[in-house]
């Protein structure tokens, strides 16, 4: 079905977009910044990439874009992450249980990044939990509140070509 198999295009494409805009953002500043923010290959350049562009942006200028990006962002990766938690159990696919791995390993360090900015910003941090996916269903890349609930009710190929 053509509306399930948007739903791994919209995580695809959610995991694509939060990793593409934190290196826009965080090598936007200044315009000097010579560190690679760019290396999403390895659990460790990830790492350092959050460190670097958590530095960068905490220790350059900032606008309200910026806090309205990071504000909003926390929220889509926050999302993510409660998928990939659901397919360990869930899945059927070996691909569909390593995929959501590999955007858990993403998303993760980025809302730490994200939430560094914000507080280092002295900026609100969207709150944990506080998601409601109500609101999100008209938004690029959210599920609706439907949707997340067809996605938790879902187990095996059902939920592979879901997710």
Do not use: C, Y
Not at 153 to 159: S, V, Y
């Amino acid at each position: 079905m053509n509306r399930k198999r948007s739903l791994a295009r919209r995580t695809a494409v959610l995991a694509a977009a939060g990793a593409a805009a934190l290196v826009l953002a965080a090598s936007g500043g200044d315009g000097d910044s010579s560190t690679g923010h760019g290396s999403h290959g390895s659990s460790s350049a990830s790492a350092a990439a959050s460190a670097s562009a958590s530095a960068s942006a905490s220790q350059g200028q900032h606008n309200a874009a910026d806090v309205t990006f990071a504000q909003g962002m926390i929220p889509h990766h926050r999302q993510a992450v409660e998928m990939t938690d659901l397919a360990p159990a869930r899945a059927q696919s070996g691909e569909v249980k390593e995929l959501a791995e590999q955007v858990k390993k993403a998303q993760d360090p980025e809302i730490r990044t994200l939430s560094g900015w914000l507080v280092s910003w002295d900026e609100d941090v969207p709150a944990e939990g506080a998601m409601d996916h109500s609101m999100h269903g008209g938004m690029e890349g959210m599920m609706s509140a439907e949707d997340m609930d067809e996605l938790k009710a879902a187990k095996g190929t059902e939920f592979d070509k879901m997710f």
